[in-house]
């Protein structure tokens, strides 16, 4: 298995595992959805006998795979003894939003025993309790679009190229309506002048140019900025060397709209500069804050 990827993916039900294998594929992972957590050794022997033709796999293992998932933690503990790497990428969402999705598709729960979805996310997220703290990767599709979530698959397992590189995630968001929950470094902004108190500006987001001139006019700004840059300029090289792979920088402001969003863009395009691989996301950008205070 030397030079072998094996990435298993697992999570919630109605968390976008589909659309992430369907990601992987494009990416050129070989890929089998709902395999038994028994048969993972033996399948990765054989991809190893291809000689170099299969480096990449991946396999969605969950909770459909009933009595046979029971013994994955073991199977894991075996690939450990076998010397055999891997990386587990586990997607979750609120039960919110996988109720919806339930209900979009008109699908059951497969956990459900009396017909009601959140007695099986529960159930669900309870059974998965030990998997998910072995995660390498954990991801919330709570408020992300397709588009959304291929772009960050992309970015974290991404082409043979980038694959010695961190991923590098900036995610603007508000917070009235919680921290991300895959955050590795919160960066509170809400210290900075705020557009919302300016009545022409407030209608706006960080994305237009009045805003941005607005936030970077006043000098407490271009402080700030000299000590984050110099600040992530020490940090990306020490986990790199600590052989961190993906690293999610969460840039907040009250309502999500304004300060993180221009904040988020500019940490963007300064890691950039610098060669890093950095994909810029605003969580709550769409959200209705017609009476936040940003």
């Known amino acids: 298995m030397a030079g072998t990827r094996l990435l298993i993916v697992t ?8 659309q992430a294998v369907r990601c992987l ?3 050129g992972f070989f890929c089998v959805d709902n395999l038994p957590p028994k048969l993972i050794p033996k399948f990765a022997e054989l991809c190893a006998q291809t000689t170099g033709k299969i480096e990449r796999i991946a396999l969605v293992v969950d909770i459909r795979g009933g009595e046979f998932f029971a013994t994955v933690l073991d199977v894991l503990d075996d690939l450990k003894d076998q010397s055999l790497r891997y990386e587990i990428l586990y997607l979750e969402a ?3 939003t996988l109720v919806r999705r339930f209900k979009e598709s008109r699908r059951p729960h497969p956990l459900s025993t009396s017909g009601e979805i959140v007695e099986g996310i529960e159930a669900e997220r309870m059974a998965l309790r030990e998997l998910r703290g072995l995660a390498h990767k954990i991801i919330d599709t ?3 679009s397709v588009a959304q979530l291929k772009q960050e698959i992309a970015n974290l397992y ?9 991923a590098i995630t900036a995610v603007s968001f508000g917070y009235k309506y919680g921290i991300p929950l895959d955050a590795d470094l919160v960066i509170d902004v809400r210290f900075l002048p705020n ?3 300016e009545p022409q500006l407030q209608p706006l987001t960080g994305l237009e140019e009045a805003v941005k001139d607005y936030v970077f006019e006043a000098p407490i700004t271009g ?3 000299s000590h984050l840059q110099n600040l992530f300029d020490f940090l990306i090289p020490q986990y790199i060397r600590e052989g961190k792979t993906t690293l999610t920088l969460a840039i907040g402001c009250t309502g999500g709209k304004h300060r993180s969003v221009v904040l988020a863009n500019w940490l963007g395009a300064q890691l950039r500069e610098r060669n890093h691989r950095i994909v810029v996301r605003h969580r709550d950008l769409g959200r209705d804050t017609a009476d936040a205070n940003q």
């Open 11 to 18: 999570g919630l039900s109605g968390a976008g595992k589909t």
């Open 25 to 27: 594929e494009d990416l």
């Open 94 to 96: 609120s039960n919110e």
């Open 142 to 144: 709570s408020n992300f």
């Open 158 to 166: 991404g082409g043979n190229g980038d694959r010695e590189r961190l």
């Open 195 to 197: 557009p919302h108190y």
């Open 223 to 225: 402080e700030f900025l």
